[in-house]
């Protein structure tokens, strides 16, 4: 239970700290330029999904590719170049791509004594998100010795078996909804647990419908980043506008 509420709880700081960053994309004067970085943002997100559900590396950058977030040739071939994308190095990869292309944009949009700041706290928020992802994929690669679930699957068998025998000389008839509520508290508690040894399986799956929306999540985060961009930029059109 504590190791899935911190799990869950890394997704927030995620989409937190992508808001936070396209707050600092501002400075970006130029419309291709913030197209440019969301774009490497967004790519980073995705392989951060992709990497949980541990997709086969050809057919999610194929994916990638339609989607218009990865582009054939050097970027391609770099996350090719990977083992495999169940890990922080392609996630290193796209965010130094989107350091050295948001540095470029700061150095010739923002005046010099302004730029350090700028970038400081870019590259802390991404030392955030960075940090976040890694968290999840050592969760994931640590799961829960199979060893210990079976045991506590017997444990709980054994206690549900021997409850009656405790229950029934004290409340005689009203034994048997006690021994239901109890049985159904035990093992409810037990498929719980079971479902949240992963609780990044994919939503497709009919059998997985409390699992994390991760796709929801994806969409989710790059609608709040546009809306957060577009209130930004309109405020500073309307500034120049009036001045």
């Not at 083992?83 to 292309?101: M, N």
Request: glycine share 4%; net charge positive.
């Amino acid at each position: 239970g504590t190791c899935s509420r911190q799990v869950r709880t890394k997704r927030f700081p995620v989409c937190s700290r992508a808001v936070r960053i396209v707050l600092r994309l501002s400075y970006a004067r130029r419309e291709s330029d913030l197209d440019e970085l969301f774009r490497l943002l967004w790519l980073a997100h995705a392989l951060h999904v992709h990497s949980i559900h541990n997709s086969e590396t050809d057919s999610t950058l194929d994916d990638l590719i339609q989607e218009g977030l990865l582009r054939e040739g050097v970027e391609a071939d770099a996350l090719r170049s990977c083992t495999t994308l169940a890990s922080s190095t392609p996630l290193s990869i796209v965010y130094g791509w989107f350091t050295t292309k948001l540095r470029e944009s700061i150095i010739r949009d923002v005046p010099p004594p302004m730029q350090a700041a700028v970038l400081t706290l870019v590259q802390t928020n991404i030392s955030a998100m960075r940090g976040a992802a890694a968290d999840v994929l050592m969760y994931l690669s640590t799961p829960v010795p199979l060893a210990y679930t079976s045991l506590l699957e017997f444990m709980v068998t054994i206690y549900v078996l021997m409850a009656p025998l405790g229950l029934v000389p004290r409340l005689l008839w009203m034994a048997v909804p006690g021994c239901f509520v109890v049985t159904l508290i035990f093992y409810g508690f037990m498929s719980l647990g079971k479902k949240m040894l992963n609780p990044f399986t994919a939503r497709s799956d009919a059998r997985s419908e409390d699992a994390f929306d991760t796709r929801g999540f994806l969409l989710g985060t790059r609608a709040a980043c546009r809306e957060v961009a577009n209130a930004v930029f309109r405020t500073q059109k309307a500034a120049m506008f009036n001045a």
